[in-house]
């Protein structure tokens, strides 16, 4: 076992989370997932027992997690087990940081893991949030798709309440209401805490029932999420039109063309002329149509679940709503359900060499057609503590990538062992639940690329191959980043579904 203190001597007092470059030592720590180790058996009365060491002592604490530690880029762990324990900033001196974690020891030492270390890290845990209809999405034919997608109806949507929409959030997927002929209804998944924000709403269960009632418009793209979509697509005219004009320049400079020798030049000059033409006509049709809020409204709340933690058999949190289509808003010929786009800030690259790292895995390799991964099937709960994939470091583990409003594309591995955590919400209620936790996916580049961020609550996270994780619940990390990401797992979540609408289903599969 390797020491965490001896590889960082001060790791009681550091309060950093993974991500964190330490510049005596010129590393950047980065959280890896544990999987088959032989705690997990008594992980879940180890981890209460910690819980109540720590409400004794009255640490102020948000989070419990179990990690293991690397340089980030490298494969060798520098600590393969340290509980890293999150405390409001400020909110613990090193004395009770240290007496907390003899506790902790104690604890781990009675258990049969003296070996396990326990580090304090300062952190906030966080709960990510009559116009034309939702455009079209076709990113084979489309030379701006990447722009367009922020407009269009592909996973995952960035939403937010008609009513407060600078409260933003991600919707995750698309189900039929039921089966029944002449039951067209769609519902689109999102957080409960996205749909009816705790500082506008009551925490108590709603469903829309009947038509008197007043409806609770979401509308597509928020506040931030619309401004942010229309910079983008001005900055994308300003840097083509730059290099056309360089392009021109170079071309002139050839003089008269001699058997096509500027051909180059005036396709790539063409080709940008081309979109530059798209994207001008993209952003006249947005900020003419869908400059307001209620221009983009899409559906309305048809049922959002009371938010609970500590759920059932689990303790997960119960934290998940639907939102009601509007027929008329979208081009159902068209409609690409439930396909998550996986382009914009990523390509196949990416996908390739974080997805199917490893030789002995490219006989299972899939590739994501049109940058869209078809969603098919849920992970089993068995599959969390015994995963296949290979990542990076040719190590077994579980493999996700979302879309979401904040952070667009996004890779990560999911750790196979829960965290606790603890929060107060704006109900002023006291939270303990238990949740998976995906790490940032870190490579040879030393990047220790986050998962998500504020907005991206009700993502859906999936699997390499399709199958739903989990549905995006929060984040937590050093006081202005979220380094570790929250997930509600998708095996526990359907059937929290279908207690509440036993006849839905996910949208079939569009060919």
Request: glycine residues 8%.
């Amino acid at each position: 076992m390797t020491r965490l203190t001896e590889t960082y001597e001060n790791a009681y007092t550091d309060f950093h989370g993974s991500g964190t470059r330490i510049e005596e030592q010129k590393l950047v720590r980065a959280a890896r997932p544990i999987h088959y180790h032989r705690i997990e058996p008594t992980w879940g009365f180890i981890s209460w027992a910690i819980v109540a060491a720590l409400d004794k002592l009255q640490v102020d604490w948000n989070a419990i997690n179990p990690l293991a530690y690397a340089n980030a880029g490298e494969a060798a762990l520098i600590c393969d087990f340290v509980i890293t324990i999150g405390v409001r900033p400020g909110s613990l001196a090193y004395d009770a940081a240290v007496t907390a974690a003899n506790a902790i020891n104690a604890i781990l030492s009675a258990a049969g893991f003296p070996e396990i270390q326990v580090a304090f890290i300062e952190s906030v845990y966080r709960r990510h949030g009559t116009g034309p209809k939702l455009m079209n999405f076709n990113p084979l034919l489309d030379s701006i798709a990447g722009l367009r997608k922020a407009f269009t109806h592909a996973l995952g949507l960035s939403i937010a309440p008609l009513k407060s929409p600078h409260f933003e959030g991600t919707g995750g997927l698309f189900y039929r209401l039921s089966g029944e002929e002449g039951d067209k209804r769609v519902v689109l998944s999102t957080c409960a805490h996205v749909s009816r924000p705790p500082p506008l709403f009551e925490n108590k269960t709603y469903t829309r029932k009947t038509e008197s009632q007043p409806r609770e418009d979401i509308v597509l793209l928020g506040t931030g999420a619309f401004e942010a979509a229309v910079q983008a697509l001005m900055k994308f005219i300003g840097d083509q039109a730059v290099s056309v004009s360089s392009w021109e320049k170079q071309r002139n400079k050839l003089g008269e063309p001699v058997q096509d020798e500027s051909a180059a030049f005036t396709d790539l000059i063409d080709a940008a002329k081309n979109k530059i033409e798209e994207a001008d006509k993209l952003h006249t049709e947005v900020t003419k149509y869908r400059t307001t809020a209620a221009q983009r409204v899409f559906g309305h709340v048809l049922h959002c679940e009371k938010i609970e933690v500590g759920v059932g058999e689990h303790k997960f949190t119960n934290d998940w709503s639907f939102i009601l289509m509007d027929e008329d808003m979208v081009d159902w010929d068209k409609f690409l359900g439930n396909k998550l786009y996986v382009g914009g800030n990523t390509g196949t690259v990416e996908w390739a060499g974080l997805m199917f790292p490893q030789p002995q895995d490219h006989q299972k390799y899939q590739e994501p057609e049109d940058d869209l991964v078809q969603i098919k099937g849920v992970v089993p709960e068995s599959e969390f503590h015994n995963p296949q994939d290979l990542d990076v470091h040719n190590v077994k583990t579980l493999l996700a990538v979302k879309n979401g409003r904040s952070t667009g594309t996004t890779f990560g591995r999911v750790n196979g062992l829960k965290s606790i955590t603890r929060h107060y919400t704006d109900y002023g209620i006291h939270q303990v639940s238990e949740e998976y936790a995906v790490l940032g996916y870190d490579t040879s580049t030393l990047k220790n690329n986050k998962f998500s961020d504020p907005g991206d609550s009700g993502a859906i996270v999936i699997g390499r191959d399709g199958r739903i994780i989990g549905l995006l619940a929060g984040g937590g990390g050093a006081t202005n980043e979220t380094d570790i990401t929250y997930i509600t797992p998708y095996f526990w979540l359907e059937q929290r579904i279908k207690e509440r609408f036993p006849g839905c289903f996910l949208y079939p599969i569009v060919e």
